[in-house]
């Protein structure tokens, strides 16, 4: 398995362009991404209970376990817009999919921006167009640039292995900088493969690798309206299919989760005002689901995070965090770590020189890790700190 350059064009039989069609005050606002063919398609979105009519439109949509293209816009999230913004989507979908000559039922939508405004329609048939026109296999990079908002940079993550001694590839790219809390956020992701794939083992492998990158993702606790992650696959690399259970499914299904974690590592470097990117390691817990909870609970607390941008090795915040989480904690055996300082061992703090135990706190990167010492599992979250420029930038959004 290597990287390689590429975004969502760098599977096989993939085309993308991103336009600008005047939804945002400026830049590109309009992305699409299309195969060729048509395409085994998994995906998954946002739990929060105020949908986006994307969301809604697409959890249907997929159902069916296929797709060909995926239109998503930025500047507006078309959330909390009641009837007529599922009658935009169902517009933009047959828009689309008239355009590209492929059947409504295979496109897929989304949208990102402010909550609560009606989409600006005569806006994106303009937009729609253009898209259609411009498509290109070297379009991803356009692509994933249509689709930032507070996002400071684009991100995308590519990767090649053989299956069956043919090369395939794997090429995604998401946006997300704010609004990210578990189970995704403000972040929409799209990930393409040349590869064989039924939609129903993909799906298996796309869950589990969302569950340990995008979905153990934090910059400010807030779960979004909008989040959704879709993969196509169309098969144009000519390699056997993919089976479950087998050195392929597991090869795939590894290149796949590298993919999701380079993502994931990307929104968190890229959080809103972030001056550094933190990961939360928990070890040696009893189970995964404890381990996970606990990471997300620390990775969440403004305390932590403030104290974090503040270069202040505030353990005491770390550990009230962790224990507040419902896992399955024992203060006497748990010790915690900030880089590879030990700052507390068996629940007690230990006698250290104020500067050696401010010293991983300095870093760009920190790396906080609680051993619970209560068995074999492990998680990680993935965040940021906050900073003054978080609160500017979301007390003053507006586009």
Known sequence: MKQIYGAVTAAKGFTAAGVRCGIKEKGTDLALIYSEVECSAAAVFTTNVFKAASVVKNLE???AGRGRAIIANSGNANACTGEKGLKDVDYIRKFTADLLNIPVNQVFTA????????MPMDKM????MDAVAELD??????ASLAIMTTDTRPKTSAYEFEIGGVPVRIGAMCKGAGMICPNMATMLCFITTDAKISAGLM???LTAAVDRSLNSLSIDGDMSTNDSVIMLANGKSGCPEIIEDTPEHLLFEKALAQ?????AQAIA???EGATKYVEVHLVNAASYQDAKAAAMKVANSPLVKTAIFGQDPNWGRVLCAAGGSGASIIPGKTSLYFGDVKIVENGEPIK?????ARKPMLEKDLRITIDLGLGSESATAFTCDFSYEYVKINAEYHT
């Open 203 to 205: 799906q298996k492998c």
């Open 125 to 128: 048939d303009v937009g729609i």
């Open 137 to 142: 296999e070297n379009g991803g990079d356009a």
């Open 352 to 356: 250290l020189d104020p500067e050696v």
């Open 269 to 271: 470097r890229d959080g």
């Open 259 to 263: 993919v999701c974690l380079e993502l």
């Open 61 to 63: 949509t997929i159902k």
């Open 111 to 118: 949208s990102t921006g402010i909550i609560g405004q009606p």
